[in-house]
C-alpha cells in the first residue's frame, strides 16, 4: 500500500526501491513508467532517470525529481534507428553515424517530425530532437517492454556529478524517486557523445565516449546544449586541476605516473578512466579531505572529453 503523500508526479518523500536488474526488476519499473512514475535506469554511460516521452506529466516528474531548470530538453531513448526514424528526420550524415554507432553512446539532435507525440516538455519547445539506441541491456529491456519512446537525462538532482552505480542515484535521488534498478556500476563513466545533425552538417554539441571525425566543436551556442553549462558536473569541493601532487587537505584524483589517494587508470588509459571519473570524484567529495586536485589527463578523444568535464567540474560555482 502506498502512502498518500507518494502519489504519482510528486518529487516529495516517498520511498525509494532498489532492484537488481532482472525480469521481475523490468516487469515493475514497466509498471510504473506506463503509470507515470521516473524510474531510474543503467545505460552504458551514466544512470539515466526514465520518463514516458509521450506523457507530458510523466517529464514533468522528471523535473520535478532532479530540480533541473526546466529550459533543458531531454535526450530520448529509442530501441533501435526505425523508431528514431518515426520520431526525427534523419539526412543522410545522420543515418551513417546511426547505422555506425548505435546501439551506443552517440546522441542525435536531428529536427523533430510534428506528428512524433512526443510531448513538448520534452525539448523543451525546441524543433529539433535528441535522439539515442541505448546498447545496455537494462534500457533496451525497458523499451521493448514499454513500447514507448523514454526520455532521460542522468540520474542525479540538477548541477550535481553523474551517477555510475545505483547508490549515487540513491545518494542523490533518494526519497524522491519510486525505484532504482541497480545493475552495477556503467561501463564507459561519462554521457554519450552528442552530435547534431540539423543544418546538412555535423556540429559536436558535447564530447564523450566517441569520437566523431567530421563534426566541427561548436563553442557559443550554449543555448542548444544547455549541458555546456560553465559549472555542471559539480562536486561540492572545490576542486584543482593538472596537479601531479596532493597540497594539504587534498583528495589527489590519480592518473598514470601521478599516483594519488586514489587512481582513474593507474596505467594511463583514459577510457579506464572515463569508467571510473564520477566514482571518483563522488568518492573525494564523500572522503575527509577538505578539497579535490585531479592529476592531469594528456590526450584526444575521450582524454579531452575527461578534461572538459573536469574544466565544469572547477568551474566556480555563480
Ligand atoms: O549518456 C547520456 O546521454 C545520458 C544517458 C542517461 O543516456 N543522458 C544524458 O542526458 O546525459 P542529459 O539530459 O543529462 O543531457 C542532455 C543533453 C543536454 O546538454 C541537453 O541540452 C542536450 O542533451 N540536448 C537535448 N536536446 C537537445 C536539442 N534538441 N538540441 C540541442 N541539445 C539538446
Ligand atoms: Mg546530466
Redesign the pocket.
Known sequence: MMAPWSYSGSAMVQTTRIMPLDDEAIAEATLLLLAGEPVAVP?E????LAADATNADAVAGIYAAKGRPSF????V?VPNLEAAERIGRFDRQARELALQYWPG?L?L?VPLRADAGIASIV?AG?P???L?V?AHAAMQALLNACDRPLA????NASGQI?PTRASHVLASLGGRIPLVIDGGATQRGI??T?V?ATDGSLRL??R?PIDIAGAKQLTSKAI?????LVSHYAPRKPLRLDATEANTGEFLIGFGPVKGTETLSERGDPVEAAAHLFDLLHQADAAPYERIAVAPIPGDGIAAAIRDRLKRAAAPRS
Do not use: F, M
Open positions: 545505460t554511460t551514466v544512470y539515466g533543458n530538453p531531454l535526450i531513448h553512446p546522441t539532435v525539448t525546441l529539433t530532437i535528441a539515442r541505448p532521460a537525462p542522468s540520474a553523474s554521457e554519450s552528442i547534431a554539441l558535447r564523450g542548444e546544449a544547455p549541458g555546456q
